[in-house]
């Protein structure tokens, strides 16, 4: 009787215990694969603690054949989903699949064996009031459940073995949390140990206790663990973790997609491999025809001591493809550019001189030339010449983006530096301190056509350019002292310089008085306004 007392006790110990389990599992887990298996496996330790509770009260034989039905059904089940467990726990790989449904299986065949038994006694070869005595498939299914569970450690054992260079303690508690009963069992079995009373309940009892720290304590199935877990390997940015020893102790799932990284125990032997040079916390590195940027960070304890290095992965190979792509597109469109220009430009001017030489040869063979017209013929074929050579020295310096996209003042000085035979008188008032670096682009553009129309329509011995940066507006005023005109039109040229002022927001004024010269005013507004 007090045997029967103690076996109860104990019993229900083990019941409160994984009771308690699996409504932390309801309560603290999230609704995924690894839970649901989890909370599988603590179910059917609980159903083969009420088949030996129910096994004490039996009073007949069906009431004790349905309460070892129902401890089979228990433990058929836990093994193999321990092990289906231990595979989704350390994320085993797919190649692995077959072999895990192959041991689900196991629980339908083993219940079938426990219920045909009567017939065929392969499981049990007595089964009676006074006690029962096992069969040979009852060792051989024995045998089974054992490896399903101790492969399962051993997966997890090895899985933070490697990735942590040590056994963990949610490890070591899991481990213990089935390795104890299972010991035990196993002595009881074989009736190694045998003092009377059932002992394995008061070691699955143990075994929840094992489970609850882990879960409580070291956060085992704890959704936010699992979320971030979930998080980091899904993420497309690779995570690499050391200890201040350099040891790897963490990579996520992208890292390993796009590096191998399972020969590097070190952040140092990786670091040299892969080819990263950390002058800097950044560093951009061609591997395997891909562009990778590196980033550097370390992580500090309460202390403010560094307690781990963190170097995260970027593959921005299809950015820096665009990036170059661009970069072609834009020379190519520059070049489409100044083969326009030069031959709207330039091209215009070199036939005007074609044709004047060709009346100029005309003239020159008749018996009277007309001196003067000549000299006319002469001087305009050497204003457009000048003008020719200007244009063309323009088109070929706006290639040289560096020098005149640096300020304002610097692309008009472009412009003016080109220029030959002629007078210019540069004027800047006020201080080029970057605020109209916006409009670089636009001033050099519009210089450059005022000026080549200065030589080319004006015959301007002199032009005079005066640049004033106020708090409000860019003003530039470009005054030549060419023959004028007496009524402006706005052709191709002007017209451009207009529409450019005008999405700028500013403003031009072509002003000219025949015989008195051409000026042009434009006024750019600061991007404040």
């Not at 038994?117 to 498939?137: C, Q, R, W």
């Not at 394995?200 to 699992?226: D, Q, V």
């Not at 916006?438 to 056509?449: G, P």
């Not at 002007?494 to 031009?508: A, T």
């Amino acid at each position: 009787m007090t045997t029967t007392v103690i076996a109860v006790i104990l019993l229900f110990a083990g019941l409160s215990g994984m009771g308690i389990a699996v409504a932390w599992i309801i309560r603290k887990g999230n609704n995924n694969r690894l839970t649901r298996l989890f909370g599988v496996c603590q179910i059917s330790i609980i159903l083969w603690i009420i088949s030996q509770l129910l096994i004490l009260f039996s009073v007949t034989l069906k009431q004790k054949q349905l309460s070892y039905i129902i401890g089979n059904i228990g433990i058929s089940f836990f093994a193999p989903f321990w092990f289906m467990f231990s595979a989704e726990y350390i994320e085993l790989k797919s190649g692995f699949e077959k072999l895990i449904k192959v041991f689900s299986v196991l629980p339908l065949s083993a219940i079938l064996l426990v219920l045909t038994n009567p017939l065929h006694h392969l499981y049990y070869s007595v089964f009676d009031m006074k006690g029962i005595e096992y069969a040979t498939l009852f060792y051989v299914y024995q045998v089974i459940y054992y490896i399903c569970i101790i492969s399962g450690i051993i997966m997890m054992c090895i899985k933070h073995a490697r990735q942590y260079n040590h056994v963990t303690k949610q490890t070591v508690l899991l481990t213990l949390s089935t390795a104890v009963p299972l010991a035990v069992n196993t002595l009881t079995v074989t009736k190694v140990l045998d003092l009377g009373i059932e002992l394995t309940p008061l070691f699955f009892a143990f075994s929840s206790i094992m489970i609850l720290i882990a879960l409580g304590k070291y956060g085992l199935l704890n959704i936010n663990s699992i979320a971030m877990r979930d998080v980091a390997d899904n993420m497309e940015t690779g995570v690499i973790i050391s200890d201040m020893n350099g040891n790897i102790s963490y990579k996520n799932r992208y890292v390993e997609n796009i590096i191998s990284t399972g020969e590097y125990a070190t952040m140092k032997k990786f670091t040299e491999s892969v080819g990263i040079n950390f002058s800097e916390n950044v560093c951009g590195v061609n591997y395997n025809e891909r562009y990778l940027n590196f980033r550097r960070s370390f992580c500090k304890n309460n202390s403010g001591e560094d307690v781990a290095e963190i170097i995260t992965v970027s593959d921005v190979t299809e950015y820096h493809e665009l990036a170059s792509a661009e970069k072609k597109l834009g020379i190519e469109q520059e070049r489409n550019r100044i083969a326009q220009e030069i031959h709207d430009s330039a091209g215009h001017t070199f036939t005007m001189i074609s044709s004047l030489s060709k009346i100029l040869a005309f003239e020159a063979e008749k018996e009277n030339p007309d001196i003067k017209s000549m000299l006319e013929y002469i001087s305009e074929i050497d204003g457009l010449s000048r003008s020719g050579l200007t244009q063309l020295r323009c088109s070929v310096n706006n290639l040289r983006e560096d020098k005149f996209m640096t300020s304002v003042t610097q692309a008009v000085r472009n412009v003016i530096n080109v220029l030959r035979d002629i007078d210019v008188e540069f004027c800047v008032q006020g201080n080029d301190d970057g605020k109209y670096d916006f409009c670089i682009k636009e001033v050099y553009d519009n210089c450059r056509e005022i000026i080549t129309n200065a030589i080319r329509y004006s015959r301007a011995s002199r032009i005079d350019i005066i640049v004033r940066f106020l708090d409000e507006r860019l003003e530039i005023y470009i005054l030549d002292n060419g023959k004028g005109c007496e009524n402006i039109t706005e052709n191709n040229g002007l017209r451009g310089i207009r529409e450019r002022m005008e999405k700028l927001g500013g403003s031009v004024k072509f002003s000219s008085v025949y015989g008195e010269g051409f000026s042009v005013i434009m006024k750019i507004p600061s991007e404040r306004e």
